[in-house]
């Protein structure tokens, strides 16, 4: 009987942990998920594998996931182990490390400098306690950071030769799943000018392919889906800023 | 004939690039490094495989590597792929992903997070245009982030039931070289008090260990090994604090 794959994470909202779960869903894979659970169960369980289990290291911070003996931290790396074993690699070693590449430099840009802009002192200080920061930098980034990550998604797109929506053309891969989703939820004013520039219009259409896709979309339909909220990505009024007001 | 390794990064400063050449240096792998051009030089190189040859998607950043038709970029990612081929990723394909997760979290925490002390706001923006900012964050991050991530590298270290100063015990791998190094130079005063306390004993034992490496060694007191200075890692006298300035 093969090992069910396990996500440990904490539930309330998508967080780092959804990247891993739109992978387990687009491929149909089986898998339990940590979030199913009660707030401090799920806390819980990720206090527990964070500590190292059966020949694991320790691991800083969740999301964590178990396959079997082998349990492992950090989102790229658990999408680079989803990714091989349920096809949504590309083709071959070569392919395996282009695409690693591009998901981490997606989680970078797209989610960490992200979340960066509620939080550019230090996590563990509250957002009110770094509000006046957080808004200088969300307008800074917006300006100046949004643009080059557009831009440069969008050049990704257009150089494949081959047709098709995704970041390698015809081949769809995990890294298609990170894109754009909680940065429209973040800054919807800026991604909404983004839009209607009409410069980044492959990187909207890959957006939308995503979520068309029929086990994505079933998905994003279901319960199992949760709402951004206090996570990576966040709202904050004050900091839904266009470009000019920097 | 097999293809040589090549580095293609900016030169002048060790910068995310070094993480790449203590991997090939520890190896005895022969390599070329665009560093030993002219900044000039090594800018256009830069720029001309960002833009994406023979197959090979555009990148966003250096450090970029290129080995035969396979161009790549992502520091981790580079690692995880030269671990591999160097035989620094332990032993069979669980141990990869483990190691991966260990070099991705070093990475973080003590490369990513540093910079990010100098440029909270936005690294399009000089220092002196978010010096007031990188000096909360400095404090901050010496108050609440160094124990953390010191603590954490120790509880790894510890962890380990066999004998040996390296992350997964007795063998050594690509993710013992990220460590501490940079951290003592950008903030000289509070590491020196944290190596004081006592309570990282492994964490400096693991440095040293590292640097008595007869190949690290003999690279770090060569040519080749470039100094700090205004890249990832920088010293400010005005940042160089401790726990207790926050």
Not at 138 to 148: D, G, T, Y
Not at 189 to 208: I, P
């Amino acid at each position: 009987m093969a090992s069910p794959y396990e996500l440990i994470y904490y539930g309330g909202v998508p967080g780092r942990g959804e990247h891993i779960r739109l992978a387990l869903e687009e491929a149909g894979a089986a898998y339990t998920d940590t979030a199913t659970l009660t707030f401090n169960e799920s806390r819980e369980a990720v206090t527990t594998v964070l500590e190292g289990i059966q020949g694991n290291p320790p691991y800083f911070a969740p999301p964590t996931f178990r396959h079997g003996d082998l349990i492992i931290s950090q989102t790229s790396n658990i999408l680079m182990y989803l990714g091989s074993k349920l096809g949504l690699a590309g083709s071959g070693e070569n392919d395996k490390y282009r695409i690693n590449a591009l998901a981490l430099t997606a989680l970078d840009g797209l989610s960490n400098e992200v979340h960066d802009c509620h939080h550019p002192i230090v996590v563990e200080l509250y957002y009110e306690d770094q509000k006046e920061e957080s808004h200088r930098r969300s307008k800074e980034w917006v300006k100046h950071r949004l643009p080059k990550h557009l831009g440069y998604w969008e050049k990704v797109l257009k150089s494949t030769e081959a047709e098709g929506p995704w970041l390698l053309g015809s081949t769809f891969t995990y890294a298609d799943l990170v894109c754009i989703d909680g940065v429209l939820f973040a800054f919807p004013k800026a991604m909404k000018q983004a839009k209607e520039s009409g410069k980044y219009n492959r990187v909207f259409q890959l957006w939308e392919a995503v979520r068309a896709r029929p086990n994505i979309a079933s998905y994003l339909s279901s319960e199992r889906r949760q709402k951004y909220d206090w996570g990576i990505y966040r709202y904050y009024p004050e900091n839904d800023v266009v470009a000019e007001d920097a």
